[in-house]
């Protein structure tokens, strides 16, 4: 089966840094995803890892273990817009898609003054 | 502007009464995808289709028809909604050799009574 485990909601201050993190296990792995979602909107791509180690985007950066089934979202100097849902996936081989998508169920961050 | 869009953005239908949502983009995207968002169980998959005239099932494509005569669109029917299909439902699209890098539509949010 599919299993992708991630924290309901979190809560951080204004200007501080949060880590949200994502397990998984999965039948195979082709990349780990993050995306974030503001109430009542579509999702949109933040970042990327297929390899282990850390991407840096900006503010934002994503970690990833393959061989734990880890991986964290770093969201640094957080601002009141970040206050969002932050959605693992795990894209897994699929001989006649190419690759799908399997999401987590999201994280809800709350950004407090 | 690239984009995806889904129409109805709203609706509230009654049991058993035929409805679809429409999609399209712009995008010339070979690959697109419905999904169904519900608390805690996150974005599901509900059909897909790889190009003109190729579809498949999802996770849970129980009640739920597609089908894709132009590249651009990719409508979903529900031949007879029922109230556990009330639901956020997103339309995506991707280029073939990259379906990570999903563009979503703004969202369908359908109550079924």
């Known amino acids: 089966g599919q299993n992708i485990d991630q924290p309901t909601e979190m809560t951080a201050t204004e200007g501080a840094i949060v880590q949200i993190n994502c397990t998984y296990q999965t039948s195979g792995f082709n990349g780990l995803f993050w995306y974030q979602q503001h109430a009542g909107e579509a999702p949109t791509f933040l970042s990327y890892n297929v390899l282990d180690g850390l991407e840096e985007k900006g503010r934002f950066s994503s970690f990833l273990s393959r061989s734990k089934g880890y991986s964290y979202l770093l969201l640094k100097e957080l601002q009141m817009k970040d206050s969002a849902s932050y959605l693992c996936a795990v894209r897994v081989p699929i001989y006649n898609q190419g690759g799908k998508l399997i999401f987590g169920q999201g994280t809800e961050l709350s950004v407090k003054p | 502007e690239a984009q995806v869009t889904q129409n109805p953005r709203y609706l509230i239908t009654v049991t058993g009464k035929k409805l679809t949502v429409t999609c399209s983009q712009n995008m010339n995207h070979e690959y697109m995808s419905w999904y169904r968002q519900d608390p805690g169980l996150g974005l599901r998959q509900i059909y897909y289709?790889?190009?003109?005239?190729?579809?498949d099932k999802g996770d849970v494509p129980e009640g739920y028809k597609v089908s894709r005569k132009e590249k651009r669109n990719f409508p979903l029917i529900l031949e007879s909604p029922s109230p556990n299909q009330t639901s956020l439902y997103f339309c995506?699209?991707?280029?073939?050799?990259?379906?990570?890098?999903?563009?979503f539509g703004p969202g369908t949010r359908l109550t079924v009574t």
């Open positions: 289709s790889m190009n003109v005239e190729v579809t």
């Open positions: 995506a699209s991707s280029p073939p050799t990259r379906t990570y890098e999903q563009y």
